[in-house]
Structure formats: C-alpha cells, structure tokens
C-alpha cells in the first residue's frame, strides 16, 4: 500500500496540471493551522511572512520559529524554520526557509524567503516577500532515469508576494496578500508548463478585548474574553475559493487554545476541522512557545489528517 501511494504520488508531480499544483498552499506554523489556515490579517509571529509580510511591519521585538508537519500519516513531511529583526521606524526584515520531502526521497520541494515589512502609521502597514523557488527529483531513481518526461531533474524560478494590513480600530485588523506575483515556472519537462499559482488571501481578526470592557459579566469571562480572537479569511487559488475561520482564546498567560474550520470550492470541493493549542515558557528574558495544531480534511482527501508542531522564541 505504501509503495502505491508512492507512485501514486509520483504520478500526480510529474502531471502537475491534471492533479497536483506545484507550492500547494499547505501553509505553515502550527497555530495559524489551529486557526484554520486564517492567518492574513494576524500575521504576528515568526510565521507572519509566509500568510502576509506586512504583519513584519508591526512586529517589534525578534521572533525566531521553527515547524515540523506531517501529511498522509507522515509519508509527507513539511520543515521550516524563519527569523524576523525589527529595525525601529526603519521595519522588520525576516528570512525563512521551508523544505517539502516524502519518505521515498525521490522528490524535494523547498522555498527560501527574504521578507520586508514596514507600518507606514499606526493603522496601516506594507509588507513584500522576494522567493526562490526550487525542486528536485532523484535522479538515481530508476523510475526517473527511464522516463522521458525529465527534461531536467530539477528546476528553480524567483517570485514576489505582497501584503498590507489595516487597523481601523485598536480590536479590527484587515488584511490582504498578492502571492506569487512574478511568474515561476518549475517544469522538468521540455513540453509541459508548470506554474506556481497565483495566490491571494483578504480576511480580517477581532480581538474580544472591546467586548470584554462592556461585558457585565464575572472577571473570569472577561479575563477569557480580553485573551480571545477570531479570524476570517477568503482565499482564491487555481480557480478555487478557501473560506477559513478560526478562534483563539488565552485560558491565562501561558496556555491557550484554538479551533478553526475551513471549506474549499472549486474543481474539487473538502472542508477541514482544526485544532491546536499552545503553552509559553518563561525562560529568563526568553519567552519559547510550543505550538501544536491538527486538522482533519474531508471530501476528496476523506480520513487525511495534518498535524504540525512549532517551536517559537520572543527575545
């Protein structure tokens, strides 16, 4: 079973157009996963470059992270680590770089991120990410060396994401993403195209903060409330729609839990069910925070389950 779902695999890389999309957007960091993949408008952690770099722009001290995820039960494996430094009014600059495999070491996927972001004013705030793009195949591997598909075994391009994010209210955060700007190519093949889709994500977070100051209830409500958000965000990729929403809520000041769930329409449809939680760590001016978070997807990847863990440090 696992040797099929090897070629199966396979397959579906090296047709690109008919079932699997180079850079699919699998996303990155365990806690936007908890969120449901809502990530545009937040964008506050080490992850903030990979869903909207202009959340560097509001970032004011560095973040270091580092992911590791796992899909169908672990035959795909997604690691990534990033860093973000803010400079003051002058922005933040961040770097990242994240690596696809599966556990047959045939195919490689990785994609390595120079990112910029700056709050022009308080409410408002720009972000770019310059990438590169690279994938390989092994060509040792004999079903790579006999096919004539391969043009090349391996193959790499240069795009542009861009972002900005908008605070019209202290608790509202609005935030759009453009990625994949510059066409990339990574085809392996001398008659056979293979893009990276266009991207774009507009959403918006809501911190209960506000509520929390009008509600009439006890100090525990409005202490949970003061700890929460939720995320909405619309997306649309190779003529398909991601509708995502999640909620995060801070039990007290070092645990915190999240769910979110997400639909997808187009030329197949799947919803997704997610969860996660996260626990911080004082560790003398350091602050580590472990992320967890697991998603179960339906329709056409019906019983495919993700689950991601990251690291992140505050300094």
Known sequence: MKHTFHLILLIMMLFPTAAFA???????????????????ALADDSNAANYNAAGLGYIDKIHLG??????????????????????????????SLGVLGEDSEIYREQTVRISYGNALFKQFAIGANLKLFGISFDAANEFVAENQYFAQTSS???????????????????????????????????????PVPLNIRAGLAYRLESIAEMSAQGAAVSNLLKGSLVTLE?????????????????????????????????????????????VKLPIS?????????????????????????SLNLLF
């Open 22 to 40: 180079t850079f699919n957007d699998i996303g990155v960091g365990a806690r936007p996963l908890g969120l449901g993949g809502a990530f545009v």
């Open 66 to 95: 580092g992911t590791h995820a796992q899909r169908f039960n672990g035959l795909i494996t997604y690691n990534a680590v990033s860093g973000i430094i803010p400079f003051g009014r002058a922005g933040s600059i961040g770097a």
């Open 156 to 194: 790499s391009a240069v795009s542009l994401d861009v972002g900005v994010i908008a605070k019209p209210f202290q608790s509202l955060s609005l935030g759009a993403s453009v990625e994949n700007l510059l066409p990339a190519d990574m085809s392996i093949s001398d008659t056979q195209t293979d």
């Open 234 to 278: 619309v997306a649309s990729r190779n003529s398909e729609i991601h509708i995502r929403t999640g909620a995060e809520v801070w039990l007290n000041k070092s645990i915190a839990v999240r769910g979110g769930y997400g639909v997808k329409n187009g030329n197949s449809s799947a919803t997704t069910l997610n969860f996660g939680g996260s």
């Open 285 to 309: 001016s350091t602050k580590l925070q472990l992320d967890y978070g697991f998603q179960l997807l339906s329709g056409n990847l019906q019983d495919n389950t993700t689950q991601r863990f």
